[in-house]
Nanobody
Framework: VQLQASGGGLVQAGGSLRLSCAAS????????MGWYRQTPENERELVAR???????DYQDSVKGRFTISRDIRKNTVYLQMNSLKPEDTAVYYCNARRVDYNYWGQGTLVTVSS
């Protein structure tokens, strides 16, 4: 299974980006789908997650600004990021996991300029 992440780029503070993560197989509905981010200074951290029943949860620093969603028909998960801050700058990775698998996408760079 491959996860193809896209949508990163350079944006000014206060701007928005939408990340997409397309799975090569029909796993989105049955997986814990998450977006993580990592900087050179920090370990990879969970930003947002959507679980099979559709419930979502977020890191405190992005609550109210980021929204995770999924399109099961397209096998795709999205991360809508609004009111971006320079501290959101990172490589963003998507992840799909269950007890029997744990897949990572290749990462997409988000750079927020002040």
């Amino acid at each position: 299974v491959q996860l193809q992440a896209s949508g990163g780029g350079l944006v000014q503070a206060g701007g928005s980006l939408r990340l997409s993560c397309a799975a090569s197989k029909n796993i989105v509905s049955g997986s814990y789908m998450g977006w993580y981010r990592q900087t050179p200074e920090n370990e990879r951290e969970l930003v947002a997650r959507i679980i099979p029943n559709g419930s979502t949860d977020y890191q405190d620093s992005v609550k109210g600004r980021f929204t995770i969603s999924r399109d099961i028909r397209k096998n795709t998960v999205y991360l809508q990021m609004n009111s971006l801050k320079p501290e959101d700058t990172a490589v963003y990775y998507c992840n799909a996991r269950r007890v029997d698998y744990n897949y990572w996408g290749q990462g997409t760079l988000v750079t927020v300029s002040s």
